[in-house]
């Protein structure tokens, strides 16, 4: 995924979405959905059992929960879990960190790491997180004049108006925060999201890839789950609080909120709510595009990593250096 069009990339995965679900002790009852953060206020998420006020979880003018929640710029989601910018997050998010900085005597990719200070924490190559600041539904700014067009032409006048927007938006945003406007449901809407963006980020733990690979089960996309699957990292800062490429003198940042973690287990009826960045969302598309991915989609892709995949192997076979690289 690396080597397509950062736009794309970019546009999948800035959706940052709530799904919420509610258990019955008589029968499974799930009300559910994706929802954007602004949408969060309007749900009836005080009935299903939230024990916090809704604009707890996003305010975009005091910082909410949802700002703990932040996005890896390499598609994963993390969260904040100290004030002084410790992030949990996936083994396999933090892989290839690991691995940047691995030689073939020091195998971090396969070892793990375990920084013993601050000091050691290890520096994640190409690494930055986005914190979410604002998110808003700008769809009636962006549509408006394109209801007559098709085609080309209509992409072109929304790209224009997307343009004009990040431009005025852009201007009016803190220093180092971003501006960017993404379709959302395949262009029904237009959210614009305002991040802030922190280069500086280490490892501070990850567990040996048996742990984190644990039975072969290296993604968090299969349930029930055996594995490791979680990685340590942190958050600097220069001294000053603003955004910094890696310095031994920046320091821990300070997040407006973070998550803690409660020992007290789940019980029924317990109010279940996941906030995160996804990659997107096809639960409404059509059975034409199911049967294109079965039929078509798939299969390629299946053929096409496999044998990638066998390619580098046979590259790096005999040749630890290139094998740690690729």
Not at 108 to 114: H, L, N, V
Not at 245 to 255: I, R
């Amino acid at each position: 995924m690396k080597n397509l069009d950062k736009r794309f990339i970019t546009a999948l995965m800035l959706m940052c979405s709530i799904i919420f679900t509610s258990f019955s002790t008589t029968f499974a009852r799930f009300d559910e959905g994706m929802f954007t953060p602004d949408k969060v206020v309007s749900l009836p998420l005080t009935a299903k059992g939230l024990k916090i006020k809704p604009s707890e979880i996003y305010n975009p003018k005091t910082g909410g929960l949802s700002e703990a929640v932040i996005r890896l710029d390499t598609g994963c989601t993390g969260e904040f879990i100290s004030p002084d910018g410790l992030i949990l997050t996936n083994h396999h998010c933090g892989l290839d960190a690991l691995v940047a900085a691995s030689t073939p005597e020091k195998k971090y990719g396969d070892e793990g790491y375990k920084a013993n200070s601050r000091a050691e924490e290890l520096p994640a190559k190409d690494y930055s997180i986005s914190i979410p600041i604002r998110v808003e539904d700008v769809t009636k700014t962006i549509l408006p004049g394109t209801e007559n067009l098709s085609g080309a032409d209509r992409d072109k006048a929304i790209q224009a108006n997307i343009a004009n927007l990040e431009k005025t938006e852009g201007a009016k945003a803190a220093q180092g925060n971003t501006v960017r406007v993404q379709a959302v449901s395949n262009g029904y809407f237009y959210y614009l999201y305002e991040n802030k963006q922190i280069k500086d980020i280490r490892v501070v733990y990850a567990p040996p890839q048996t742990i984190g690979f644990f039975g072969g089960d290296p993604d968090n996309f299969e349930w029930t789950r055996h594995t490791g699957d979680f990685t340590f990292l942190r958050a600097y800062v220069a001294p000053d609080g603003k955004s910094a490429d890696y310095s031994t003198n920046n320091v821990p940042f300070k997040p407006r909120k973070f998550l803690t973690i409660s020992l007290n287990g789940l019980k029924d009826n317990d109010f279940v709510m996941v906030m995160g960045n996804p990659g997107g969302t096809t639960r409404y598309r059509e059975s034409q595009s199911v049967k294109y991915s079965q039929e078509v989609n798939f299969p390629f892709l299946h053929q096409y990593l496999q044998t990638w995949g066998d390619a580098l192997r046979v590259i790096g076979r005999d040749n630890e250096e290139k094998r740690i690289a690729l």
